[in-house]
């Protein structure tokens, strides 16, 4: 299965945690398909699932699913960020939402299959009393969130009690870092506040004696793109087959001479994988707007659901997709992958002539992704 090309491309820490066995983290599980939450969720139901529910084949019978657990100090914003991501809450909205007094466990029903844990800041999970496995036995990564605009070195604090506790258990969760409200800061603060954040939290890992700690910073915000994009990065590392499909779009782009490649989950607007090249956050904020104007008009003229009995259920239709000019010159082309999928590309040409090469290889790709995540049989 190979990508057609145009000529001019042929030649192209303490002791009692020492007793916790140290275990991997989750890695997310990507489904072929949702068969009714009803039943999907039960993993007592009656007789063999008819699709694959995203459950790790170690887990607990419990939820089964690989986790994000957002934790920070009290206001930081958890549950906003959980709103607008999850629940497609308008920003303005959340300044109305209550503090969080309880874990909150949403459960992300798309393509990808995981959970989303909000812990209150109060909340003292390294209490004895509380069940660490319970709480990170199937985590794939702890998010942990900064209010930029407040005094921070409580929070710093407590991130680095939690990296500490974890690495002598659960060293394989990615710890990942959202400087949240930066919306609010001027451009030369916002800089300094993120220098200052992250040096002391290494610091203070490095004195503790975890020198060059794999910890990633993100600087964010409900008020644009950027929760989605970090988000986005935080899903990426928890895909096996991320440099498989980074591959894939390298290859598409190549061959189309596309200028960038998106692969969306539609329903969160979270990209799963791009190719290579840097992501520009003007072009990337273009291709989420696009999705929704596309979700929106399918909404009123798209065709009925389709028969969940059919073998084609899980296939994409292959009429469903899109392609705009803009006034930049260049091109967004949309192809639907399946139900939860779509590819959002850049492009310079979408002339008749090049409309059917990338077609062809766009049907390529769709062929290749299929036996990669298995998504028929």
């Given at each position: ?269 979270i990209y799963i994988a791009t190719d290579t090249s840097p992501v520009d956050m003007p072009s990337y904020e273009i291709c989420s707007d696009y999705i ?86």
């Amino acid at each position: 299965m190979s990508f057609l090309s145009t000529p001019a491309q042929r030649h192209e820490v303490d002791s009692q945690e020492e007793q916790r066995p140290r275990k991997t983290a989750a890695t997310l599980t990507l489904e072929r398909y949702l068969q009714d939450q009803a039943t999907a969720d039960d993993p007592n139901a009656f007789g063999k699932p008819l699709f694959h529910t995203g459950r790790l084949p170690n887990g607990k019978l419990g939820d089964q699913k690989p986790r994000l657990l957002l934790m920070g100090q009290r206001r930081s914003g958890k549950s906003s960020i959980s709103s607008v991501v999850f629940h497609k809450m308008p920003p303005q909205e959340t300044l109305f939402l209550e503090s969080t007094t309880r874990i909150q466990k949403e459960s992300m029903h798309s393509f990808m299959d995981f959970q989303v844990l909000d812990f209150p800041g109060q909340l003292n999970y390294l209490d004895p009393t509380f069940d660490f496995e319970e709480i990170f036995g199937e985590t794939g990564a702890l998010i942990w969130v900064i209010d930029a605009q407040d005094e921070y070195l409580e929070a710093i604090a407590g991130l680095n009690r939690t990296i500490l506790s974890l690495q002598q258990s659960y060293p394989s969760i990615n710890i990942e870092v959202f400087i949240h409200k930066v919306d609010g800061l001027s451009e030369d603060y916002k800089i300094d506040t993120f220098r200052d954040i992250v040096q002391r939290i290494q610091d203070e890992l490095s004195d503790a004696g975890y020198e060059n700690a794999p910890v990633s910073f993100y600087q964010t915000s409900i008020y644009d793109h950027s929760i989605f994009e970090a988000f986005s990065k935080v899903i990426q590392k928890l895909i096996p087959q991320l440099p498989t499909l980074e591959s894939l779009l390298n290859n598409l782009c190549s061959a189309c001479r596309m200028e960038k490649a998106y692969l969306f989950d539609v329903l969160s607007k979270i990209y799963i994988a791009t190719d290579t090249s840097p992501v520009d956050m003007p072009s990337y904020e273009i291709c989420s707007d696009y999705i929704d104007v596309i979700v929106d008009i399918s909404e009123i003229y798209g065709s009925d659901e389709p028969d969940k009995d059919d073998p084609g259920y899980a296939r994409a239709n292959p009429d469903a997709d899109s392609i705009i000019s803009l006034q930049s010159g260049n091109y967004l082309y949309l192809k639907e992958i399946n139900k939860y999928l779509a590819l959002i590309c850049i492009t310079k040409e979408a002339s008749t002539e090049q409309r059917g090469l990338i077609d062809n290889n766009v049907d390529v790709f769709q062929d290749a992704l299929a036996q990669v995540f298995d998504m028929q049989r």
